[in-house]
């Protein structure tokens, strides 16, 4: 296997992993680089020998994977290193007549390789001639074809092995993998991963795909940032959410508390009269105004993910609190080990996240950009961490009098409804939905168990 970095700081704590297609390699993923993420490509599968110990230094990985890089992924990567995995246009069932390429076809290829039969079927990665021709230029200059005839009876001879996506995304135009097969194979495979259509071709835009769901904490600090002023008048689901966790809490006196993102102070200004901290800290990634709850008061303009895990001074809270926030977090398994060991003994961690299916009425006009994990991922990751956890999960629907009110409750709480590398065909601008349902989890965990936490 080959492994390259194409974007390497080494500032960055987090890791995008690309398994890429058969017959392509780092190029076609050059120059691209994540706010805050080093990139590393695999490609060539004929032998399957990942060397784990490039990806040991990252705090989070995530995982990408494409076409034959779906199996090769499941037959070479250790699972329990990646924090979250998408896959698109391939199987783990690589050569399949029912869950994959149909094993005729698939053995031909092999047979009748050469370089105009290789590139017959890179044209029909694309939708059109011109986007063949703007994209060869990203793909291998000299073409080994014995090379590439090994890795397919390579890919080919390899039994079924499992592997755990968070979501599958199926191209309906795709003439590599019959669509039909994609979706027979993810019905079948563990974890029950979220299936997202696109009407595109074995080969979409794979960098705005990618750019669509990874966190961009640059991005989030910006909507936010800019949605501040007008907040708290536009977030009526979010003040549902803030009471809900407010009515989760009991008085007290004198304690210290921890809150993540806590923005213009909505949810402050509701626990505050019921905890009344003597010292609370804030962590948001822009600047905050002032809350004048507590007597002590800190102020950490942060990522909030990286300050927990790295700031000493954070330990011995009462609380951690956060409301509508740790959905926008890359690795929520690794925030709540990390938020645990900033607790005391009794300490206990009130929060809310968000649900796949959130605001699935804008799934028509994005693919999905959060990767929200599942209920039963997220108490996996909590009994990792807490020795008492609790769970409940409440639908939240918003009606609007109009698409208009509807993008403007979006805009004023932060909340973009696509990723600009994906745009909105105008087509489509008509269907803006006027009801927005949010899927809460609200979460309540107590007494750390620090003892086993570990660094995911």
Not at 100 to 120: V, Y
Not at 140 to 155: G, M, T, Y
Not at 177 to 197: C, H, M, R, T, Y
Not at 413 to 429: A, C, F, I, M
């Amino acid at each position: 296997m080959r492994q390259v970095f194409t974007h390497k700081n080494p500032r960055n704590r987090r890791l995008l992993l690309v398994f890429t297609g058969w017959s392509s390699d780092e190029r076609f993923f050059a120059g691209f680089a994540p706010e805050g993420w080093d990139v590393m490509v695999c490609s060539d599968y004929e032998t399957l020998d990942f060397d784990s110990r490039l990806i040991d230094g990252y705090s989070t990985v995530y995982l990408f994977a494409w076409s034959l890089g779906v199996a090769a992924v499941a037959a070479s990567l250790p699972e329990g290193k990646i924090a979250a995995a998408v896959a698109v246009n391939g199987t783990l069932w690589p050569a399949d007549d029912m869950r994959g390429i149909p094993e005729s076809i698939f053995k031909a290829t092999e047979a009748n390789l050469d370089e105009r039969n290789l590139r017959k079927f890179r044209r029909r990665m694309f939708s059109s001639a011109q986007d063949f021709q703007e994209t060869s230029a990203l793909l291998p200059e000299n073409d080994d074809i014995e090379a590439l005839k090994r890795q397919l009876k390579a890919v080919a001879s390899r039994p079924f092995r499992p592997f755990r996506f968070r979501r599958v995304y199926i191209g309906l135009d795709d003439a590599i993998f019959p669509p039909a097969n994609q979706l027979n194979a993810w019905k079948e495979s563990p974890g029950a991963p979220e299936i997202v259509n696109l009407q595109e071709p074995h080969c979409p835009d794979l960098r705005s795909l990618i750019l669509s769901f990874l966190p961009d904490s640059r991005q989030v600090s910006s909507s936010f940032e800019r949605a501040l002023p007008h907040y708290d008048r536009h977030a009526e689901a979010q003040m549902k959410i803030a009471s809900h966790l407010a009515s989760m809490l009991t008085p007290a006196n004198g304690l210290r508390t921890l809150e993540i993102g806590s923005g213009s102070g909505l949810f402050t200004r509701l626990y505050s009269p019921i905890l009344r901290p003597h010292e609370a800290v804030f962590i948001d990634l822009y600047k905050m105004p002032r809350y004048a709850i507590a007597p002590i008061e800190i102020y950490l303009e942060a990522d909030a993910e990286e300050a927990i895990e790295r700031n000493s001074d954070l330990h011995d809270f009462d609380f951690a609190l956060s409301a509508s926030t740790i959905q926008w977090f890359a690795n929520p398994r690794a925030f709540f080990r990390n938020i645990a060991k900033t607790l005391n003994p009794e300490g206990r961690l009130i929060c809310s996240t968000f649900l796949p299916g959130n605001l699935g009425e804008l799934d028509q006009l994005r693919p999905a950009p959060i990767l929200y994990p599942s209920r039963s991922e997220l108490e996996q990751f909590l009994n990792e961490a807490f020795e008492e956890v609790m769970v409940e999960e409440e639908e939240i629907p918003v009606d609007f009098a109009s698409p208009r009110e509807a993008k403007m409750h979006l805009r004023f709480t932060g909340v973009s409804p696509r990723h600009p590398s994906l745009p909105v065909r105008p087509d489509k601008e008509t269907a803006f939905p006027t009801l927005l349902t949010y899927r809460v989890l609200y979460i309540s965990a107590a007494r750390p168990l620090t003892g086993r936490q570990e660094n995911s």
